[in-house]
């Protein structure tokens, strides 16, 4: 049975520029619908977070008609029974998944351990996926010099823009895609709360297939997921055996988490399946 790692926040709250916390967590469907998925497929599911806490659910992701959501939540013995980060070993895994909401932006973008297991995974090429605000806990995958284990890869994200116009910009003490940009990593925009789309390859931009590369969350419409399931981990394609939750709310949208290789002068990478959304 192939194991998934799902690394999620422990933080309740958010501070803010002036000091204050901001009730946040994990953003509920992010979480939800891989983890029914890789679930359905008949995969194990083990949530790690820091010191092993209960990783809180940002109730605006609940605001809505969401009862089923919850209950999955309060269900779901992984999510209410997690390990701690310091007790993972990455070799039991077959990918490792990161949900956002703002929690991962308190606690994961500066945690060591998450860090060191996210830098782990994609310098072995094993399946690494993130979403929404969840690229935040790539800024911890440092080495000793400072030197991002992502930089150099495409990647999209939560954009200022999209911060803004949700009304958190001004209050946030900083902001996703300034970081990510400042780490190294080539952050790609698009028009805010634009749809999901499928993934197209561009001229020498073709992704090796060893990373399961994005997913991303649109306008309110029904989750939408992609087939087949996860394979195994020495045959799991970056995409096409993903998933891919297309909506989270009305307040928060796309894009997610999109990670592609550096291209390297005078090399072509292999080409890869890309996730359809749509």
């Not at 949900?99 to 310098?123: I, K, N």
């Not at 190294?184 to 749809?195: F, I, K, Q």
């Amino acid at each position: 049975m192939t194991k998934i790692l799902f690394i999620m926040t422990a933080a309740a709250t958010w501070t803010l520029k002036d000091g204050t916390k901001h009730p946040t967590g994990f953003w509920a469907e992010e979480a939800v619908t891989p983890y029914e998925l890789f679930k359905q497929a008949g995969h194990e599911i083990v949530v790690a977070t820091p010191g092993g806490v209960v990783s809180p659910v940002d109730e605006s992701s609940l605001a809505d008609d969401n009862a089923a959501l919850r209950d999955v939540i309060a269900k779901a013995p992984e999510f209410q029974n997690p390990i701690a980060l310091t007790d993972v070993h990455l070799d039991d895994y077959a990918a490792v998944y990161v949900p956002g909401g703002h929690g991962p932006m308190e606690d994961l973008a500066v945690d060591p351990t998450s860090g060191a297991l996210l830098a782990t995974a994609v310098r072995a090429g094993t399946p690494v996926a993130v979403v929404c605000h969840g690229p935040a806990a790539l800024l911890a995958a440092v080495d000793e010099t400072g030197t991002n284990a992502f930089a150099g890869y495409r990647i999209t994200a939560f954009t200022n823009e999209e911060e803004t116009q949700a009304g958190n910009a001004t209050q946030a003490p900083w902001l996703l895609e300034d970081r990510l940009t400042a780490a190294g990593l080539d952050v790609r925009t698009a028009a805010p709360w634009a749809p999901p789309h499928r993934n197209r390859p561009q001229p020498r931009h073709r992704p090796e297939p060893r990373l399961l590369r994005r997913g991303s969350k649109g306008p309110p419409g029904p989750a939408v997921l992609t087939r087949p399931p996860l394979p195994s981990r020495r045959g799991l394609p970056y995409a096409g055996s993903g998933f891919l939750p297309a909506r989270v709310s009305r307040r928060f949208g796309p894009p997610a988490g999109l990670i592609l290789p550096p291209v390297r002068e005078g090399r072509r990478p292999r080409r890869g399946r890309f996730l359809v959304a749509r």
